[in-house]
T-cell receptor, first 111, second 114 residues
Framework: DAKTTQPNSMESNEEEPVHLPCNHSTISGTDYIHWYRQLPSQGPEYVIHGLTSNVNNRMASLAIAEDRKSSTLILHRATLRDAAVYYC????????????FGEGTQLTVNP | NAGVTQTPKFQVLKTGQSMTLQCAQDMNHEYMSWYRQDPGMGLRLIHYSVGAGITDQGEVPNGYNVSRSTTEDFPLRLLSAAPSQTSVYFC?????????????FGPGTRLTVL
């Protein structure tokens, strides 16, 4: 399975944008890029996913590099509630329920 | 919709005991999975199911059994609990086979094996 690499931790200030990077240099053409986040003592929560084009939803934006070897999750205005572990995951189009989680990025949001 | 529900929320077992962790979803999802999360780690896949009557092993299946008799339910059985199985267990479901689908997670069961 293709792997992802994320920084262990990042810090941001409240109401500022946050850019969370993810490298996936061995991504294949059928891998979707998914982002999930996990708030303390909760199950993971879906954030966004994409294949080739940049994606926007009510929670965040996903910017995918042209060669697809990296992506960036963008939180436009961080809130204290966004403090969580963010996981960047590659999900094969033909896989079953398989999502391979790494250790993610711990995001701290300062008031 | 209740989404994905798990019971119990907390459980303490003694080594050698068996138990079943319950998972149910009311979204008519075909695909369900069990993950475990050890402290400070990401989630690891234990078993998954692509539909009623069909299950398969994930990354760390040893010591666990699953069955899928209905679309809604996907119980995880610990056959003979060991301290190494102390972890938080998450059940998840999704609607489709393709990577182009959101996965929904339950709130988790925190299991301690003494």
């Amino acid at each position: 399975d293709a792997k992802t690499t994320q920084p262990n931790s990042m810090e941001s200030n409240e109401e500022e944008p946050v850019h969370l990077p993810c490298n996936h240099s061995t991504i294949s053409g059928t891998d979707y890029i998914h982002w999930y986040r996990q708030l303390p003592s909760q199950g993971p929560e879906y954030v966004i996913h994409g294949l080739t084009s940049n994606v926007n939803n009510r929670m965040a934006s996903l910017a995918i590099a042209e060669d697809r070897k990296s992506s960036t999750l963008i939180l436009h205005r961080a809130t204290l509630r966004d403090a969580a572990v963010y996981y960047c995951i590659l999900s094969l189009e033909t896989s079953g329920s398989r999502l391979t989680f790494g250790e993610g990025t711990q995001l701290t949001v300062n008031p | 919709n209740a989404g994905v529900t798990q019971t119990p929320k907390f459980q303490v077992l003694k080594t050698g005991q068996s138990m079943t962790l319950q998972c149910a979803q009311d979204m008519n999802h075909e695909y369900m999975s069990w993950y475990r999360q050890d402290p400070g780690m990401g989630l690891r896949l234990i078993h998954y199911s692509v539909g009623a009557g069909i299950t398969d092993q994930g990354e760390v299946p040893n010591g666990y059994n699953v069955s899928r008799s209905t679309t809604e339910d996907f119980p995880l059985r610990l056959l003979s609990a060991a301290p190494s199985q102390t972890s938080v267990y998450f059940c998840a479901s999704r609607t489709g086979l393709a990577g182009n689908n959101e996965q929904f997670f339950g709130p988790g069961t925190r299991l301690t094996v003494l």
